[in-house]
């Protein structure tokens, strides 16, 4: 796939576009690294409104303990161990390592420092790769992973 088929072009008038780039400027960043950022928030902020909304239907389902456990079932992997939201995390979808990082309150910066302890020397955008499904980690990462993150290679791998 070249890189063209996966090119998303926004157009914007001339006043948002001299916004833009003094945005950028003030940040020191690209105007593509500002976009894509406020993109990606975005989109974390809609999953989140979405994650909040299934939880609370959850929440309100008089059946809710046969949805539980049918959110268990669900759950790829094996989820012993794993708090009740995580698991319902995993069950609608979400990333594995987004959801185990964020469990267990890291960063990628803090993820990336994590697997360098351990010998493993990976770029915060590797992370940020695999976590949107863009990569696949190989095996010695994965394992890498899973101990920086303090959980198994099963919930890593689901």
Known sequence: ???????????????????????????????????????LRMMEREEAKDMLKRWEQWMSDPHKELLRLSLIATAAGDAAGLPDHVVAQLAFGANRLRVIRGWRGMTLERLATALADIGADVHESTLDAIEDDRLRPEAGLTVALAKALDASVEVLLG
């Open 1 to 39: 796939m070249s890189s063209k088929d996966r090119t998303i072009s926004v157009k914007l008038n001339p006043m948002e576009r001299r916004r833009l780039g003094y945005v950028a400027w003030l940040k020191r960043r690209s105007v593509h690294r500002v976009m894509k950022e406020a993109i």
